[in-house]
């Protein structure tokens, strides 16, 4: 009715408008969900062959997972969306598996909690990893993490490169 407050105040509307997804690309910027909020596309050219991809995947493998954020950051430095958000999900990756080193698990499971989070919102391949693989993996060292589980997984989530790119 005309003058009557509705039951929805200004900070309830604002959490909502956290909560919600985005109507659409516009109302995503707005909101400042940037490209988080969007599906990334399956083409992201990130070459994982040479370089400081290649580079950090060894050290990511071999457990130098600050030297693996290193090298990533470097190139994450030099992208654009949704190339910068994906490989940013990788960082938050290494940079939880660096915490879990120190003994800082609440740093771990938060990281990798938002890492899995930016990585859901990719199709199965992107960046030129199979993400479907590496979202399964983060999710079991979660799930040991936060005690739902009674083993902590054999190995590292798996970020494994599709191939070569065709030439």
């Known amino acids: 009715m005309k003058g009557e407050t509705s039951p929805m105040n200004d900070s309830s509307m604002s959490l909502l408008a956290r909560v919600l997804p985005p109507q659409n690309s516009e109302?995503?910027?707005?909101?400042?969900?940037?490209?988080?909020?969007?599906?990334?596309s399956e083409g992201v050219p990130l070459d994982w062959e040479r370089g400081a991809l290649a580079e950090g995947l060894v050290c990511y493998g071999?457990?130098?997972?600050?030297?693996?954020?290193?090298?990533?950051?470097?190139?994450?430095?030099?992208?654009?969306?949704?190339?910068?958000?994906?490989?940013?999900?990788?960082?938050?990756?290494?940079?939880?598996?660096?915490?879990?080193?120190?003994?800082?698990?609440?740093?771990?499971?938060s990281l990798l909690r938002r890492a899995l989070q930016r990585l859901e919102l990719c199709p199965a391949h992107?960046?030129?990893?199979?993400?479907?693989?590496?979202?399964?993996?983060?999710?079991?060292?979660?799930?040991?993490m936060e005690g739902r589980s009674l083993?902590?997984?054999a190995a590292l989530p798996r970020i494994c490169p599709l191939g070569p790119a065709p030439g």
């Open 27 to 40: 109302e995503s910027e707005r909101r400042g969900f940037g490209c988080n909020a969007c599906a990334y």
């Open 62 to 109: 071999s457990g130098r997972f600050f030297q693996a954020h290193e090298h990533w950051e470097s190139v994450w430095l030099t992208l654009q969306e949704p190339e910068k958000s994906f490989l940013r999900a990788l960082i938050q990756i290494t940079a939880a598996f660096h915490h879990r080193q120190a003994g800082n698990r609440a740093g771990a499971v």
């Open 126 to 144: 992107s960046g030129g990893i199979m993400v479907a693989l590496l979202c399964s993996g983060v999710s079991e060292w979660l799930s040991a």
């Open 151 to 153: 083993s902590i997984p």
